[in-house]
């Protein structure tokens, strides 16, 4: 399947040698070799991977501790689930909550954001004409939660709409803070925006609402390894957040921390043992939800040690990691900027490891199809790049996002914008 891409690239960027794009002269490019990190990863060679976001990409020495914690599992399916499972447990998330600013009796794991979402948005006891807010650039999964939980309860959701472009981050507070009112039992926040790559100044917003007596819901999913934490001073009343993105655990790791007060109305999205069944030692917040029925634990169990790894590859640890990832996605963002002949819609301290931008006017005014953009389709096959292509404002606009790992280099970029002047658009 895989073997006729390079193949593939290389005939095609031998066809043509140049092209003129937006105004700036693309000049044809070969795949990028990989730099020295990539070999830690597993992802498909002759492919230029500028998607982390959408679901992260776990390293090989990270798999290889997975696959034996996995044979452990088979081998003594009753000690790893049960009579041990709590010694594998409780070390790990000992780690996660110093990684995370937290303390390990306010943090639980979930398999993902969503789940996350879910558990909160569906414990709340809303009443009719209550009102969810969320913005505008929240994940679509996320609001669905929100929706449903709403009709189900009389309650009505509404948008702070924030806009994008955007020159600075007070915009954001002042959209959020005009759309409060006497009736909001709960702001979801994205603290990392999924469709515009925007770090939302989530502890300002916060601090506003706790002040007017509002929960929020923090949803970090791209936050833990993109930008630093400490959820004990953040101290929202619920925060969740995905492991397995940005720091890099396998699938199915994620964490929801409640604030203390808000533990004991918070039910799992899956009731199970732990409902009536209390252990010495753990809170009933984390009874209920250290166990959903029998699962697959061994992405969790790695949490601590894709922690441990990805914090010794650089000589500065996670803070150099994090200062390594945002500083190419603004290098990467400046650079298809110019290539691309489009403004930078946002300030560069709003950005994390990720950076949304336009794509040139010849994308623009193509109407939804139901399916994945034939262009973003075309760049994977025909191009090998790996880059999520995203609707967002009204009206409409189209734009990409890209993203920014240790295994990506400059030139992934620069072969983005030239396979971005090759390709077609549909008709
Ligand atoms: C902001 C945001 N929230 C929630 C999610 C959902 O993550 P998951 O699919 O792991 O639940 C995503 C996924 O990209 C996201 O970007």
């Known amino acids: 399947m895989r073997s006729w891409r390079p193949f593939q690239i290389k005939r095609l960027s031998i066809w043509r040698p140049h092209t003129r794009f937006g105004g700036v002269k693309q000049t044809k490019l070969a795949l990028p070799a990989p730099n020295r990190f990539r070999r830690h990863w597993g992802l498909a060679r002759g492919i230029v991977f500028l998607n982390h976001g959408s679901f992260g990409a776990c390293p ?44 390990p009796q306010d943090l639980v794991f979930v398999t993902n954001a969503t789940t996350g979402v879910n558990a909160v948005v569906r414990s709340l006891k809303l009443r009719p004409g209550q009102e969810l807010l969320t913005t505008s650039h929240d994940y679509n999964a996320c609001h669905n939660v ?144 250290d166990w959903a029925g029998t699962f697959d634990p061994s992405a969790w169990f790695c949490a601590g040690e894709a922690i441990r790894w990805l914090g010794e590859l650089l000589p500065g640890g996670w803070r150099e990691l994090r200062q390594h990832n945002h500083e190419l996605a603004v290098q990467a963002r400046r650079l298809l900027c110019e290539r691309l002949q489009v403004e930078a819609p946002c300030p560069e301290n709003m950005l994390g490891a990720m950076a949304t931008l336009a794509l040139p006017a010849r994308f623009q005014g193509r109407p939804r199809t139901g399916r994945i953009d034939a262009e973003q389709m075309r760049l994977y096959d025909r191009f090998g790049v790996e880059v999520p292509f995203m609707r967002f404002g009204q009206p409409e606009h189209r734009y990409l996002r890209i993203s920014a790992h240790l295994y990506n280099t400059l030139a992934d970029y620069q072969y983005l914008a030239w396979a971005l002047s090759e390709v077609q658009i549909a008709t």
């Not at 041990?84 to 790990?92: A, G, H, Q, T």
Request: net charge positive; glycine share 6%.
């Open 60 to 103: 090989k020495p990270i798999l290889k501790l997975q696959d034996r914690l996995r044979a452990q599992m088979e081998g003594e399916p009753v000690q790893f689930l049960w009579r041990r499972y709590e010694e594998r447990l409780d070390p790990v998330r000992a780690e996660v909550a110093r990684f995370v600013g937290a303390r």
């Open 146 to 289: 929100l929706v449903e939980a709403a009709r189900a309860a009389g309650a009505r959701v509404a948008v702070a709409r924030v806009p994008f472009p955007l020159r600075s981050s007070d915009t954001v507070v002042e959209a959020v803070l005009r759309a409060v009112n006497w009736r909001t039992r709960l702001v979801m926040l994205d603290h990392i925006t999924s469709p515009t790559g925007l770090i939302f100044p989530v502890s300002r917003l916060v601090r506003e609402l706790e002040a007017r007596g509002i929960d929020a819901l923090v949803d970090g999913a791209h936050a833990p390894g993109m930008v630093p934490l400490n959820l004990t001073r953040l101290a929202p009343a619920y925060y969740t957040a995905n492991l397995h993105k940005w720091v890099c655990a396998p699938k199915g790791a994620a964490l929801l921390w409640v604030r203390e007060d808000k533990q004991k109305e918070l039910q799992p999205a899956i009731i199970s043992h732990g409902h009536n069944t209390p252990r010495p030692g753990y809170s009933a917040f984390q009874d209920r939800f």
